[in-house]
């Protein structure tokens, strides 16, 4: 477990430690797991963002969704977002020497690094896509 979600307040912690067994979730995916209302659930995200405990990666339509922030248990990785589903998904964290090239790309000074790829998930794969 990360050592980010220590010391947190109740409902900080419980997003959390949600984020920290599920990985990446939507506020609305949060709210349902944690039963409190919309303004609590946003509020602590926001809290949380600032603290530098989870992250927001946003899709297309600009919904969020949130994972924990930790270099050693949730290291730089990619996402993909499905372009009918609109959902957020984790992929596998770059190798060392891929971060390290794309932070040479630039000779720009590189705080942040994100990487979304788009396509189809497996899940609306299954459904009809003849209307894609």
Not at 15 to 20: E, H, M, R, T
Not at 55 to 82: A, D
Not at 83 to 103: G, N, Q, R, T, W
Request: charged share 30%.
């Amino acid at each position: 477990m990360c050592e980010k979600i220590i010391n947190l307040k109740k409902t900080e912690y419980s997003i959390a430690l949600l984020l920290s067994q599920n990985g990446i979730m939507s506020a609305k995916e949060l709210q349902g797991k944690i039963k409190v209302d919309k303004a609590t659930i946003y509020r602590n995200l926001k809290n949380l963002i600032k603290k530098g405990t989870i992250r927001e990666i946003k899709n297309s339509e600009g919904i969020g969704f949130y994972e924990i922030s930790c270099k050693i248990h949730n290291p730089i990785h990619p996402h993909f977002e499905c372009k009918i589903c609109k959902k957020i998904y984790c992929l596998e964290p770059l190798k060392a020497e891929d971060v390290i090239a794309l932070s040479n790309y630039t000779q720009n000074e590189i705080n942040e690094i994100e990487i979304k790829l788009k396509g189809i998930c497996n899940e609306c794969k299954k459904t009809d896509t003849s209307n894609i």
